[in-house]
C-alpha cells in the first residue's frame, strides 16, 4: 500500500517534527494542505501534548501525527495521551520503539519510526513498524552520519516495508530525486521553517533566509548527540570547548535553553537555529500550501523532463 493510502494524505510529505516549533499552527497547515502535519511531544508535558492536539483538530479534521522522542522521561504519559486522544499516526526518534509497539497496534496507531543506517531500519521492521524515515545527515538538528545520497538507496533495498527520505530537501528536485532513490514520499523540515504558518521568532526565520550552503555546522559529537545548527557565537563557542575536550556538564550548561533563546526570544546569536544545509534553497516565505502545491508541481515537471529524454541523452545535456 502507497505511504498516502496508508495515511490518508494527498501529497507523500511529512512535516519534519522540529522541537519547539512544531506545534498546532504549522501541523494544522501542513496537514490542512495534504501533508502530513506532525505535531512534536519533546519538552511537552503530557498536559501540553493534549492541548497541541486539540488545538490542530480545531486547525484541521485531517489526519496528523504525534511524534515521540523515545529518550524523554514522560513517553508513557506521552503516549496515553496519544491513544486517549485518538491520535492513530505516531513517528518516533531518539530510542527503541520496541518496548511500546504491542500498545501501539493494541490501538490501531501506525508507527513510522526516524532511522539514520541500514541496521537500523531492519531492526525496526523485524518490529513491525509500518514504514521508516531515512534521514541523511544533510538535516537540521539531530543528525546520523550518513549522507541522504547514501543512505537512501541502501535503506530501501534491504526493507521491505515504505521509506520516506528526509535531510536536504527543500524543493521538487530534491522530492523527484528521494522518489529516484526509492522513496515512496519525503519529509521536509527547514523548508517549513519559512513559512507564515511557523510559530518561531521572525529573528529565527530571518536566519534561515539569510544562510547558506555552509552555513550549518554540527555539534556534540564529542558526547555521541550531533546536532546541526546554523553557526553563531554560541556554536562558536561550543565548538571551542569541544576542542578543549570540555565535559558533557560544561557542553551542556552552555546549550541548556539555547533552543529556546532561538524560536522564542529570537536570540539567533546566542541561541540554538537548528536547520539543514539545504538552508540555501529556502529564501522566502510563503505559506504551507503555497510551498506544498510548487514543490509536487515542480517534482512532475522533473519526472515530465525526464520522460522525454532518454539517460544518454540526458548526460549529454547535462555536459552541453
Known sequence: MSITKLLGIKYPIFQGAMAQIALAPLAGAVSNAGGLGIIGSGGLSADRLREEIRKTR???????????????????????????????????????????????KENNIIVIPVVPSVKIAKKMESLGVDAVVAEGTEAGGHVGETTTMALLPQIVSAVSIPVIGAGGIADGRGVAAAFALGAQGVQVGTRFLTTVECPAHENFKKAVLEATDTSTTVTGRSIGGPVRSIKNSMIAKYLELEDAKASRDELEKLSL???????????????????????????EITTVEEMITSMFAEAEQVFEKLGKVKFHEARELAFA
Open 257 to 283: 535553553g539555547s533552543l529556546r533563546r532561538a524560536v522564542f526570544e529570537g536570540d539567533t546569536d546566542h541561541g540554538s537555529v537548528m536547520a539543514g544545509q539545504i538552508c540555501g534553497l529556502c529564501n
Open 58 to 104: 480545531e486547525i484541521t479534521d485531517k489526519p496528523f501525527a504525534v511524534n515521540l522522542m523515545l529518550m524523554m522521561h514522560n513517553i508513557p504519559e506521552l503516549i496515553q495521551v496519544v491513544i486517549e486522544e485518538g491520535v492513530k499516526i505516531v513517528t518516533t526518534g531518539a530510542g527503541n520503539p520496541a518496548p511500546y509497539m504491542q500498545t501501539f
